[in-house]
């Protein structure tokens, strides 16, 4: 199965494995302590289009379990060895910081699969089909 919202970003000359979702956001809960209620206020885009993120209305925490929790999930697709903590996610933030177009190619892959749309199969159960 090929995976959705899925792809790579390179910072300070390393590649790593970027994968949001279900599993990803259940990470990012568990390390804030949250609901995902309260996580996917997050990405709620206000009249202007907006999220807490593109407004810059997060916290330090936030940002960490965020990127943390998306390089683990990446790092787990790829069947790739995990030891990050999220102070060593603070530090790719830092990076990240430096070269603001590494943030938009790691929100670029929450974009990756927005043009499936699920439609009815044979068999009645849902699938996932390109637009």
Not at 51 to 80: D, P
Not at 107 to 123: I, T, W
């Amino acid at each position: 199965m090929t995976p959705i919202q899925f792809g790579h970003i390179e910072i300070a000359g390393v590649k790593y494995p970027v994968k949001f979702g279900t599993a990803q956001s259940r990470d990012y809960c568990n390390a804030m302590g949250c609901d995902l209620k309260d996580y996917t206020e997050l990405f709620q885009a206000d009249k202007d289009g907006k999220n807490k993120f593109a407004k810059l209305e997060t916290n330090g925490e936030e940002m960490m379990a965020l990127v943390w929790s998306a390089l683990k999930q990446g790092a787990r697709v790829e069947k790739q060895p995990f030891d990050l903590t999220l102070d060593d996610a603070a530090d790719l933030i830092d990076h990240m910081n430096l070269k603001p177009k590494l943030w938009e190619d790691f929100f670029g892959v929450m974009q990756d699969g927005a043009d499936l749309e699920e439609q009815a199969s044979p068999n009645g159960k849902a699938k996932l089909k390109a637009a």
